[in-house]
Structures are given as C-alpha cells and as structure tokens.
C-alpha cells in the first residue's frame, strides 16, 4: 500500500497565510492583533519555543509582545503581569510557557487568565466549553491534528479514532474534539490492558505518548490515519558522535508501510502547533471586536 505523507509543514505555512490574510483585513479597519508570550525562568527548550512564537507571530503582522521574568518571579508579580495583560485591550492573547518553575503553581496562574485570551486554552472554562461542545479557545496541537484530519479525510463521522495518551493539552482536548466530529473515541494510556488490539481497530490512530517509536507497524490497521503528536530525542550515532535525532511515538517505517497517510516527525504536527496558536490570536481578536469569525481556522 502506498502511503499518503501529511504535510504539516506546508500546512501550516497554507494556516499561516490564510491568518496573515485576515491580518491585512484587520489592520485595514485600524486593529492589529496582539499576543502576550510570558517566559518564567531560563529553560533552554522554552526559549526556543518562545523565540519561534515570536517570530512568527510577527511573519503574520500581528503585535508580538514578550515579557522575560526571572525564575524567582514570585507568584504576586507573575499574577499582576497577567492581571495587567488582561486588562489591555492591545492584547487578544495570553500565554504563559509551561513548565513554569516549581515554586509557582501552574493551574492559579493559567486560571487567571481571562479566557476570552486564553489562547493556549488550558483555562479551567475552557477546557468546560469544549467537553460540553461549546464555543471555545481549543488547544493548539489537538486542534493541528483535526485541521489535518479534516482536510485528509473530510468528514470523520463514524471513524473509529484511538487516542494514545490521555494529558490535558493533548489527548483530552484530542479526544473531545474527535467526539465533536462524531467519531467513536478510545482513550488509551499506560494500564490500557492489550494496547496493540486497541490500537488495531483505529481508522485515526492519535500517538501522544512522549515513548519514542513506542508503536510498531503491525499495530496499526491496514489504511488507517495516523498521527504522530511525540517529539522524542534519540541517539544518532550515525550521524556522529553524540549526534541526536527527532523520532516520533510511531516507528515510521513499519507503520507507513501499512498506514494510508502519517505524520511523519518532524514536520507533522509540530509545525500546526504555532500555526494554530496564531490562529487562536486571531479568532480571539474577532471575538474581542465582535467581528464574524474566519472559518475552517477553529474546530
Ligand atoms: P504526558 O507525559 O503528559 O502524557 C503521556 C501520556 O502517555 C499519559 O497519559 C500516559 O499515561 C501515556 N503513556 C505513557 N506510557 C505509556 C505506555 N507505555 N502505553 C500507553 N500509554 C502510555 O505527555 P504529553 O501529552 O504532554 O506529550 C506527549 C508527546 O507529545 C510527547 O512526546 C511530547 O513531546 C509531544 N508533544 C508534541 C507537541 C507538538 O507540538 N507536536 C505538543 C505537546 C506535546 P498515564 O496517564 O497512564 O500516565
């Protein structure tokens, strides 16, 4: 069976462009989105990802906004920053780089963000809006895995969808959002008993474990939809010495020999990841301005 590669690099630069486009149309009446990025601390892997938000943020001709706090901020000062952000009508979204140091507790500090900017949509009403099928702000890495979904697949009604791994900003958000779309949903993760059988009966088979290439090939169905959220780092020795490389959840080989389309990783779902998140920014902006909002950039 050929398999067909989901491109999640070129999709998101199509996300990317359709969000610059509804930019333009804003500026035009006077308003320019605006996203806070809070980074508490100096995590390596954090900054890169802040540095990448920024940047494309500002590639789509929204306001980007970075505040850098120390890694002793004290939870006073990272509340009043956020109180502030809340506050300011130049901002349209909020988020705040997790993990955040141990000392500051990370459940307060998202739920003090008023939701309406919460673009990360972790906040507690959030996370209530889309379990009971409401308007909400939607997690940007499940919400990149269901754009892609939908444009491979169309209508996911009836799919059976299995989604390895049940943490609150993938697998949850994913496996409600596969039940807004009317398919029959498993959740699976690590006292899941016969996990290959599970996994076999997918025809949208979501890894988000963080367990490189944990899922071989003859756990996955003939044809099915396979998305690979894991980000793993793994020796590479023959690249070099002390060299590393990205594997996913999925061993690509096996299960794009049998899968009907992959995420390969990287460039899967990591790139939506950001796409969305500007995609968020936007459609908070049109809520905040009581404009229509865009479609097909929101679940
Ligand atoms: P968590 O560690 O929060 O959750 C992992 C889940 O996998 C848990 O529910 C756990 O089960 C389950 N699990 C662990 N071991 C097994 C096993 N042997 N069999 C079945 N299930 C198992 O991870 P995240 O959800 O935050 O991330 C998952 C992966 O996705 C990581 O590789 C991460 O790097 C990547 N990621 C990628 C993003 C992107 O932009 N592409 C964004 C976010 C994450 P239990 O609950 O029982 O412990």
Known sequence: MTTTIIDGKAFAEKVRGRVAGFVAGLKERGITPGLAVVLVGEDPASQVYVRNKGK???EVGMNSH???????????????????LNADPAIHGILV????PGHL???LVINSIDPAKDVDGFHISNVGLLGTGQKAMVPCTPLGCLMMLRDHLGSLAGLNAVVVGRSNIV?????????GDNCTVTIAHSRTKDLAEVCRRADILVAAVGRPEMIPGDWVKPGATVIDVGINRVPAPDKGEGKTRLVGDVHYE????V???ITPVPGGVGPMTIACLLANTLIACHRANGLPEPEGLTA
């Not at 970075?66 to 502030?84: M, R, W």
């Not at 697998?171 to 409600?176: C, F, H, I, S, T």
């Open 56 to 58: 494309q943020t500002l």
């Open 66 to 84: 970075g505040h850098k706090l120390p890694a002793d901020t004290s939870e006073a000062d990272l509340l009043a920053l956020i109180n502030q």
């Open 97 to 100: 780089q997790l993990p955040l």
């Open 105 to 107: 507790n990370s459940d």
């Open 171 to 179: 697998g949850k958000p994913m496996a409600q959002l596969l039940l």
């Open 254 to 257: 096996s299960a794009a020999a």
């Open 259 to 261: 899968a009907g389309a």
